[in-house]
Nanobody, 117 residues
């Protein structure tokens, strides 16, 4: 059974940085898509960034230039480096995994990021 465990959230001042980690336990294979989503209070969950097993990355417009998604295959871990944080980045951040080709999906429990102005 695959589980995702996020860490690295916290309280930071505007302009600061945080690094989120998402560790996957269990077998995830060599073909997968990992992503970070976030959900702010009273808003819908939105995708922030994705990284494919081949290293291809994609970002939502609000994340481009400020966030960097990466992965460490040996550790089955994905990261989200966030810089120049803004109060509007405040949200619960969730890790998401899709295992190819069957499309099994998993979510982490979330880690809270709060950016103070």
């Amino acid at each position: 059974q695959v589980q995702l465990v996020e860490s690295g959230g916290g309280l930071v001042q505007a302009g600061g940085s945080l690094r989120l980690s998402c560790a996957a336990t269990g077998y995830i294979g060599s073909r997968f898509l990992m992503a970070w989503f976030r959900q702010a209070l009273r808003k819908e969950r939105e995708r922030v960034a994705t990284i494919d097993s081949d290293g291809t990355t994609d970002y939502t417009d609000s994340a481009k230039g400020r966030f960097t998604i990466s992965k460490d295959n040996a550790k089955n871990t994905a990261y989200l480096e966030m810089s120049s944080l803004k109060p509007e980045d405040t949200a619960m951040y969730y890790c998401h995994l899709v295992i190819k080709p069957l499309g099994y999906t998993y979510w982490g429990q979330g880690t809270q990021v709060t950016v103070s102005s």
